[in-house]
């Protein structure tokens, strides 16, 4: 497993998910900037995602769904903030609707990716998700969230160790 820790700290509204990679922060930062590689690890296994949009400019956004192993289908959207190639990712996160319309039913975070060199040849990357109350980071980590993203890192460093796409 590539998670390396997890903090929660509910007073601060935060979630920290990080993990580490045998891999420079110039190719970790590939697997978000390209749909097609973001597409084979950004959701569980069970839940693969494909991604519709992808524009990681300021300003830019991400649409996507994951599918089920019923063939259900979940939607999910970004709104790009800010970005520093290749160290640093800050979106707004949310779900949708079948039709790619946010979901104001269930909450949005602020999503802030930091990917640090460590040595020469690995990356630490952390993913900080804010919530906007204490009830909506409840309901996202009694959803599932932590153990979630924990299976989709997990499958990052298969990804890194292939040809690079």
């Given at each position: ?58 300003g ?8 089920g ?32 319309r ?64």
């Amino acid at each position: 497993m590539t998670v390396i820790d997890v903090k929660k700290d509910p007073e601060a509204l935060r979630l920290a998910i990080t993990a580490k990679f045998e891999a420079p922060p110039q190719r970790v930062w590939r697997i978000w900037a390209d749909p097609r590689q973001l597409e084979r690890w950004w959701g569980p296994p069970t839940y693969p995602a494909t991604v519709v949009d992808h524009d990681l400019a300021p300003g830019g956004s991400v649409t996507y769904f994951m599918t089920g192993p019923e063939g259900d289908k979940h939607y999910g959207w970004w709104r790009v903030r800010s970005v520093d190639v290749p160290h640093r990712l800050e979106f707004e996160d949310g779900f949708a609707d079948d039709s790619g319309r946010p979901n104001p039913d269930l909450p949005t975070t602020i999503v802030r990716v930091l990917l640090t060199a460590d040595g020469e040849t690995a990356t630490v990357m952390t993913i900080e998700s804010t919530f906007p109350s204490s009830e909506a980071m409840e309901q996202m980590v009694s959803m599932g969230m932590v153990e979630g993203m924990s299976e989709a890192l997990g499958q990052i460093e298969a990804l890194l160790a292939g040809a690079a796409v």
